[in-house]
Nanobody
């Protein structure tokens, strides 16, 4: 049974940085594209970043492009999200997901079957 667990969230001031990590247990990370999504109160879960199974290709939402960086280490079954220049608009619960339906676009939550429980990121102004 695949399980994902996020860590690294917290409270940070605007302009600061955080690094989120996602650890998979049960199965290997390689072979599947992975992604980060976030959900703010009262809003739908939205795409943040995704990375191909090899790590060669990365994709970002326009709102985080140039500030966030996604990476993965298949040998360690981990995926990270480096977040810089954070703003209050980045405040949300961040989820990592493992894409299981490659026929769907990486930015659609429905393409992901496995999710972590999320980690809270709060950016104060």
């Amino acid at each position: 049974q695949v399980q994902l667990e996020e860590s690294g969230g917290g409270l940070v001031q605007a302009g600061g940085s955080l690094r989120l990590s996602c650890k998979q247990s049960g199965g290997t990370l390689g072979g599947n594209d992975m992604g980060w999504f976030r959900q703010a109160p009262g809003k739908e879960r939205e795409f943040v970043a995704a990375i191909s199974w090899s790590g060669r290709y990365t994709y970002y939402a326009d709102s985080v492009k140039g500030r966030f960086s996604i990476s993965r280490n298949n040998a360690k079954n981990t995926m990270d999200l480096q977040m810089n220049s954070l703003t209050p608009e980045d405040t949300a619960v961040y989820y990592c997901g493992r894409q299981t339906d490659s026929s769907l676009s990486y930015y659609l939550p429905i393409a992901y079957k496995y999710w972590g429980r999320g980690t809270q990121v709060t950016v104060s102004s």
